[in-house]
């Protein structure tokens, strides 16, 4: 479908949002007209009359929002052309091979995406000034050709004049939308002060000594919710025929990008993108907000810039990762193809002779990465982050998050320990349990599946163990970290791995393996505590 038709389809779609309000509110008009020729008078009248008011209100607002909502900028770093000199002579030399003009202004980000946006006037149909955003951690994990293909599909959306009809279509959903939601608070408000009057009549009838009735607002606000109804099927049309074209548009941005930058170059960045999203989640969820809790961050430009060294060291994880295609469900209200059919069909063109080999990291085109990461953090976080403490390395980071985390951990068998001594529990409690024979009666107050809590002896104690064993292991490792005997292992590759006491240690066994042997001791259908004390400070192991 070319640009023109893919305009008049727009408005003709956002023609359907005005036809609908013209005939909402001619029959609001009828029935009130109606209802007057019928001789219809006194308050029910009037209050017809006032509903349909209120009805046609948010109908009318709809129809004359005029403007485009305004597009906001993202928290992002802008990369004027005298400080990244090399990456604009790249984004400028795509805009000459794709035919189109290059953007005014480069965003970086902190996501792993990269969009265009043209803000254009008179709804699409004059051009306005674009904006070319870029991601930083897209950047990190992206060779110079992945990144060439990636911003030639970009320019892909400039060529087909899809970045300027997204204006009509953008205003539709707003338009839609700010309708609906109109409908649903009026309902809402409704329901409240049906609620309120139902309740203070409720607390009249008790005051009195009478029986109160169940509150029951079902029916209240239906007519608003109808309206809503209404607008919200035509909005579902509204986004399957838009988002429909859209995928449409991505494909041929695809084969844009392919013919630019080369078949291979596209397949492998539509492969890498869902890779780089995955890892990017992790690395922020595992590693960059790891001291969160503590107040604490990474050293300087290290909160975005440790993403690279993570995709570094786990490299043949993710080449694993790579050698498949995600295969998500697709949806009708997708904008995006699925990628698995997006990358078939480029690997299905015929070779171009344009490969990937010697090809350079895409982060050297950045004029100076860890001034730029800098920046980032001071748009990115919040002026609360920014005055965290930070860390002289990502080792320290974990220490000092592993240990305010031991600090605060209560397991379920803190609690269920607490309730059974019916005051704070400590190590040393539990342990005394241990040896006393009532480990298993402070258990039965452990969380339990239906089929654990039925089970007797034996065949409970086995259901019990590993959530036993669970707890047993943190409240030993926060007994160390009080007491600054533990430190943990940082790597990139792996989860961190805790440094027990020196004392913990036999020939031809880990400190580890001692540990979890003395664990494992405590928690025996014979239990003996004997070799979990031995590794405990001598004060940890008196009854507090």
């Known amino acids: 479908m070319g640009a023109t038709l893919r305009a008049l389809r727009a408005l003709v779609l956002l023609s359907g949002f005005y036809l609908i309000s013209l005939v909402l509110l001619a029959a609001l008009i009828g029935i009130d007209v109606a209802l007057f020729d019928l001789g219809a008078h006194g308050f029910a009248a009037v209050k017809i009359g006032i509903v349909s008011v209120l009805l046609a209100v948010p109908v009318v607002r709809g129809m004359f929002m005029l403007r485009t909502p305004r597009s906001e900028d993202p928290a992002a770093v802008e990369a004027g052309e005298a ?55 897209l950047l990190t994990g992206l060779s110079e050709a992945q990144l060439r293909s990636v911003l030639a599909h970009e320019y892909g959306h400039f060529t087909a ?104 170059a596209t397949a492998s960045a539509l492969r890498e993108i869902p890779v780089l999203t995955a890892a990017h989640g992790f690395y922020l ?161 452990l969380p339990l599946s239906e089929e654990a809590a039925a089970a007797k002896g034996r065949a409970f104690r086995e259901f019990a163990r590993p959530a036993l064993g669970d707890s047993l292991r943190t409240m030993v490792l926060a007994e160390f970290s009080a007491r600054s005997l533990l430190s943990w292992e940082f790597s990139w590759s792996r989860p961190a791995a805790v440094r027990l006491p020196g004392a913990a240690t036999t020939a031809g066994a880990s400190p580890e393996d001692v540990f979890q042997a003395a664990v494992d001791a405590a928690l025996a259908d014979r239990p003996d505590t004997a070799p979990l004390r031995a590794l405990l400070p001598p004060m940890a192991a008196q009854p507090a």
Request: no cysteine.
């Open 83 to 137: 400080d990244e000199p090399r990456l604009w002579a790249l984004v400028r030399e795509l805009a000459d091979e794709s035919g189109t003009r290059a953007p005014a202004r480069i965003l970086l980000t902190p996501d792993v995406n990269a969009s265009v946006r043209e803000d254009a006037r008179l709804l699409g149909l004059r051009p306005g000034p674009r904006t070319l955003t870029l991601g930083v951690p």
């Open 161 to 264: 004049g899809d970045t300027r009809l997204s204006a009509i279509v953008v205003r539709g959903r707003a338009q839609i939308g700010r309708v609906v939601e109109q409908f649903h608070a009026t309902a809402d408000g409704k329901v409240s002060d049906e609620r309120e009057r139902q309740e203070r009549t409720a607390a009249k009838r008790i005051a009195k000594g009478k029986k109160a009735r169940e509150v029951d607002t079902r029916h209240t606000g239906a007519l608003y919710r109808g309206m809503a109804w209404l607008y919200t099927q035509y909005a579902k049309l509204y986004l399957r025929a838009s988002l429909s074209t859209a995928r449409g548009q991505e494909f041929a941005a695809d084969l844009a990008a392919a013919r630019i930058a080369g078949r291979d």
């Open 285 to 445: 969820e595992s590693y960059a907000t790891l001291g969160l809790p503590a107040r604490t961050l990474p050293p300087l430009g290290q909160f975005f810039g440790g993403f690279g060294q993570l995709l570094t060291a786990r490299a043949a994880e993710l080449d694993k990762l790579r050698a498949g295609l995600p295969t998500e469900p697709e949806s009708r209200y997708d904008s995006h193809p699925p990628i698995a059919e997006r990358v078939r069909r480029i690997e299905a063109l015929p070779a171009d002779g344009r490969g990937t080999a010697g090809d350079g990291p895409a982060p050297a085109l950045l004029t100076d990465p860890a001034r730029t990461l800098r920046a980032l953090e001071e748009a990115v976080l919040t002026a609360e982050a920014q005055g965290f403490r930070r860390t002289a390395d990502w080792p320290e980071l974990l220490n000092i998050a592993m240990a305010e985390g031991m600090t605060s951990a209560q397991t379920p068998l803190h609690r269920a320990l607490t309730a059974y001594n019916g005051r704070p529990a400590t190590l040393a409690d539990l342990l005394d349990a241990i040896d006393e024979g009532r480990l298993w009666r402070v258990a039965e107050r």
